[in-house]
Nanobody
């Protein structure tokens, strides 16, 4: 199982930036596609960005051009660089491996003035 631990969330004004990190334990990390998800209050959890083991990334339309997912297999870490943040990006952000059913505790991102 790939067990993720997310960090890097916080409060930021609209237009600001944050960088989220996800450290994932487990030897399967380097072979696993990883996704960043988010869940806003009273909304379903949605996939925001995904990166394959080979480094190919895909994004939800709502974040294209603003968010960038990357990974460092030597550190078992996946990152989500979030720029030009909007109030509608406010949510708890989670990462998860495609090879695992385990969710981390998430990290809160709040975008407001």
């Amino acid at each position: 199982q790939v067990q993720p631990v997310e960090s890097g969330g916080g409060w930021v004004q609209p237009g600001g930036s944050l960088r989220l990190s996800c450290v994932a334990s487990g030897r399967a990390f380097r072979f696993s596609a990883m996704g960043w998800y988010r869940q806003a209050p009273e909304k379903q959890r949605e996939l925001v960005a995904r990166i394959t083991s080979g480094g190919t990334s895909t994004y939800a339309d709502s974040v294209k051009g603003r968010f960038t997912i990357s990974r460092d297999n030597a550190k078992n870490t996946v990152y989500l660089q979030m720029n030009s943040l909007k109030p509608e990006d406010t949510a708890v952000y989670y990462c998860k491996s495609d090879l695992s059913l385990v969710w981390g505790q998430g990290t809160q991102v709040t975008v407001s003035s």
